[in-house]
């Protein structure tokens, strides 16, 4: 199928590759339950955004770039691992009561998460290996092939994000019936945030 190999894996690894908890996965979830529905539908459309950012990215060969200039990966590095780190101690500290840290517009959801996949520049790296996986050299047609396999990555996201938002609001919605719960969530995601930015700044 325009040069991809093996089609149903490649949705299977893209599927199972969604489900392994991050800091998109976080700002979706913590999207949906302060901003309800439009929050987390924003939020998918961020992460779907930066995705695609990325893997465009890696398929211009900017992964080789960031290889052959390892200050500017760094760089990059800590600039995220700075911003995951200042969301999740602003979500800690934050009082009860106070106003959400990803909360205001759904615009601001979207640029919020994606923001958080865009500093991730491994995902360039990840992107730059995976792709030639599935790729057959023989029938590949170049960008047609990329652009197939960039979509696919967009609507199973959306469909995961999607899904994830109807769950996360499904239970918010009992949640928000106890502020202390909700409080004590807020705080664990906070903790995770930084400890998603401390992973990101350490892993070399």
Known sequence: MLGITDYGTFVVTIIVFLLIPGPGNLALITST???????????TFGVILGDQVLMWSAVAGVAALLSAYPDAFSAVQWVGAAYLAWLGAKMLLAKPGAAPVLNITAGHYLRQAMMITLLNPKAILFYMAFFPLFVDPARQQGLATYAFMAATIAVLTFLYGLTSTLLTHFLAERIRANPTVSTVLEKIAGLFLIGFGIRLAITR
């Open 33 to 43: 339950s302060k901003g309800r529905i439009p929050g987390g539908l924003a939020a």
